[in-house]
């Protein structure tokens, strides 16, 4: 992958990510002053339909690499970042500033170690997409369940097992953006992509090391 395609993706991956936590912390100073409407946002429907067009719009824009054009693909990009953000505004409700700024800084180190290692490695790590995505579903069922169960002890291996998935992800990733470089696709379409599979790695990361190492406001 050359310098400039680096930059472009590492640059809409900050932009995604300086949204996402901007939206989050506005929102959450917000909601914490009506009381009423964060209770109508997080709870009940209109809860359940922003986790809906968040999802739909991951598929749309994974799917649609080939088909928008690049304006297309960067507006739903900081859309998606945007819902994210209102959903992340919990965590500035739930943990302390200090610990969400310290955890954050311990997920730009692990990132920028291993997106280095991805761009370095000479293997194919394709082949190793498909182990990691069964890991994936096999996390999240286990999420699932432990819904129900409530064991704090899962939920710390869930987290510990998550970020290592999305660790080996980051490299991952990398590698993926560098073998679509090879296609008929748009550049800039390649660089929102790329930054949205890393921005999905890097939150991730983050909100499991929250999970761990977090501490809470109470």
Do not use: C, H, P
């Not at 080939?66 to 409700?93: E, Q, V």
């Amino acid at each position: 992958m050359n310098n400039k395609l680096y930059s472009k993706v590492f640059g809409w991956l900050f932009i995604g990510l300086l949204i996402t936590f901007a939206v989050g912390y506005g929102t959450n100073i917000i909601l914490i002053n009506n009381l009423d409407l964060a209770v109508k946002v997080f709870t009940g429907y209109w809860f359940w339909i922003i986790i809906i067009v968040e999802l739909l719009l991951a598929v749309v824009l994974s799917l649609g690499l080939r088909k928008f054009n690049s304006t297309i693909t960067k507006l739903l990009y900081i859309l998606y970042t945007a819902i994210t953000g209102i959903t992340f505004s919990t965590i500035f409700m739930y943990f302390k500033m200090d610990s969400i700024i310290i955890i954050f800084l311990i997920t730009s180190l692990i990132f920028g170690l291993f997106a280095i290692i991805g761009s370095k490695l000479q293997i194919d790590l394709s082949k190793f997409g498909l182990y990691l995505f069964i890991a994936l579903i096999g996390v999240i069922v286990v999420s699932i369940i432990n819904i129900f169960i409530g064991s704090s002890q899962l939920n710390m291996l869930v987290s510990a097992v998550s970020i290592l998935i999305f660790t080996l992800y980051i490299g991952y990733d990398i590698r993926k953006v560098q073998q679509l470089t090879e296609t008929d696709i748009d550049e800039d379409n390649i660089a929102v992509y790329g930054a949205f599979q890393l921005y999905l790695d890097f939150i991730n990361i983050f909100i499991r090391l929250l999970e761990l190492f977090g501490k809470s406001n109470d």
